[in-house]
C-alpha cells in the first residue's frame, strides 16, 4: 500500500476581542503585574464575550483554516474537536460544530485537556495514514474563563480563551507529522481537576458551596511535572524520527509558562531562538494554545517548507502529547486566503 503522509493544508486562530490585563487583575484578586510576568511569563489573557461559546469560537477558527485549505465544509470527512471546557456535556460540542459549519461528516471530541490538540493531531494522523479519510478538521479550543473562580489567584491569572484549527490533507512526500509520543499518569490526576459536575460529584449547591465547580491546580505539583516531561517527549520524538536536537527548525511548546519552558529548554541546551513564545498575550489557552501558537508562527514567517518543527504537550490527566512534523509549504504562500492553492494538496491524487 502507498505511504500516505498527513499534512497540515489549513490553519486558522480565533482570540476574543477582551482582554484582561494583569493591571486588571490586580483590582480583582490580590496579586501584581510584576509576579505574574515573574512567575509564568502572562502579560494579557482574552476573555470570551458573553455571547460566544466554545463552538462559536471554535467556527470561527474553523472557517479561516478551511479557507486556507480552499475547502467547503461539505468537503471534510471527519471533524475533531479537542477540548474540556465544551458548551454541554451532552451533545459533544464536536456535532454542534460540524452544523454551525454546516458540514456532514462524523465528529467526535478529545478531552485530555492542554494535550488535545497533539492528540487530535495524532488521531487525525492514523486515519489519514490507513486511507480511511482525506479531509480532517481539527480544532483545538478552550473557553476556561467560566470555569475558573476569579478569586482564586493561584488559577485565575494563568489562563485564557482562545481557539485555533487546522486541516490535514494525505500526501505523498514526507510531510506532516512522522513520530509521536503519547502518554499518560492518571495516577497524578488530582494535581489538576474540575471534581464537580460529573458522575462521581454530581452538580448540586454543596459542589457550587465548596468551589468544585471550578478548576482546582496544584501548581508546583504540575510544574515539576511539566519541566520533567517537555524534554523526555521531545527526545523521545526525535529518537524515533532518528533527528537531532540540532535538526529541529521550530520547538512550539504548549504555552503554559515562561519558566517551564525556559527550564526545560535549559536542561537540554535546546537553542532558546528556535521556541516560539506568545503566552505573553493569551496566557494558558489549553487545548488551543498549540494551534493559535502553529498559527502565529506562520503568520511570523518562522515556518518555512521542510522546516522540522516539534509541537510539545502537557498539562491535565497528568498528561502528554508530542509530535515532529515536517512542513510542507513555502513561508511566501503562508498569508491570507486561499494560501493553500498554491501549494499541492494532494488528496485527489492518492490511490488507496
Ligand atoms: N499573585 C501573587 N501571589 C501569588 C499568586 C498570585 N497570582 N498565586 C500564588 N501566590 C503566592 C502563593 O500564595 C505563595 O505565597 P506564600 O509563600 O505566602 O504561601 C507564593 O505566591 C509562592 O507560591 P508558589 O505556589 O510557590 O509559587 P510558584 O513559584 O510555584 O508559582 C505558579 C506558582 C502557579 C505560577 C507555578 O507553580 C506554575 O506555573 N505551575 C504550573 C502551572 C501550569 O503551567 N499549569 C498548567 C499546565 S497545563
Not at 475547502?71 to 451532552?90: E, H, K, N, R
Not at 493531531?121 to 476556561?144: D, N, P, S, Y
Not at 528556535?274 to 503568520?299: D, M, R, W
Not at 490527566?317 to 499541492?344: D, F, I, K, R, Y
Request: proline share 4%; glycine share 8%.
Amino acid at each position: 500500500m502507498t505511504q500516505l503522509y498527513s499534512q497540515i493544508s489549513g490553519w486558522g486562530k480565533y482570540v476574543p476581542e477582551k482582554i484582561l490585563t494583569n493591571y486588571d487583575l490586580e483590582k480583582m484578586v490580590d496579586t501584581s503585574h510584576e509576579w505574574i510576568m515573574q512567575r509564568s511569563g502572562i502579560a494579557e489573557r482574552r476573555i470570551a464575550g458573553e455571547d460566544e461559546t466554545t463552538a462559536t469560537m471554535a467556527v470561527a477558527a474553523a472557517r479561516q483554516a478551511l479557507d486556507v485549505a480552499n475547502l467547503a465544509p461539505t468537503d471534510l470527512d471527519l471533524i475533531i474537536v479537542s477540548t474540556s471546557s465544551p458548551d454541554y456535556f451532552v451533545p459533544a460540542v464536536s456535532s454542534t460544530v460540524q452544523a454551525m459549519l454546516g458540514a456532514t461528516c462524523p465528529a467526535f471530541i478529545i478531552a485530555t485537556g492542554c494535550t488535545g490538540f497533539v492528540y487530535g493531531l495524532v488521531t487525525a494522523h492514523q486515519f489519514i495514514a490507513t486511507g480511511a479519510f482525506k479531509r480532517i478538521l481539527l480544532i483545538g479550543v478552550e473557553l476556561i474563563s467560566r470555569f475558573l473562580n476569579w478569586e482564586d489567584r493561584d488559577t485565575c491569572v494563568l489562563f485564557g480563551d482562545g481557539a485555533g484549527a487546522v486541516v490535514i490533507t494525505p500526501s505523498l512526500a514526507p510531510r506532516g507529522v512522522f513520530s509521536f509520543d503519547l502518554g499518560s499518569n492518571g495516577d497524578q490526576g488530582h494535581h489538576l481537576t474540575l471534581k464537580g459536575g460529573g458522575s462521581a460529584n454530581p452538580m448540586s449547591y454543596d459542589v457550587i458551596d465548596k468551589g468544585e465547580n471550578y478548576l482546582y491546580m496544584n501548581g508546583r505539583e504540575v510544574f515539576k511535572f511539566a519541566s520533567r516531561v517537555l524534554p523526555r517527549s521531545l527526545r523521545a520524538i526525535l529518537e524515533q524520527s532518528d533527528l537531532s536536537l540540532q535538526e529541529v527548525d521550530l520547538l512550539i511548546p504548549h504555552q503554559a509558562n515562561a519558566r517551564i519552558i525556559d527550564m526545560a529548554v535549559r536542561s537540554i541546551n535546546f537553542d532558546p531562538q528556535k521556541v516560539f513564545l506568545n503566552l505573553h498575550k493569551y496566557g494558558n489557552t489549553s487545548a488551543a494554545s498549540i494551534p493559535i501558537a502553529l498559527v502565529e508562527a506562520i503568520q511570523e514567517g518562522r515556518v518555512k517548507a521542510d522546516d522540522k518543527i516539534a509541537l510539545v504537550s502537557f498539562g491535565a490527566g497528568l498528561t502528554w502529547a508530542s509530535v515532529m512534523l515536517q512542513w510542507g509549504v513555502s513561508s511566501q504562500n503562508l498569508n491570507g486566503h486561499g494560501a493553500a492553492a498554491a501549494m499541492p494538496v494532494q488528496a485527489e491524487k492518492v490511490v488507496i
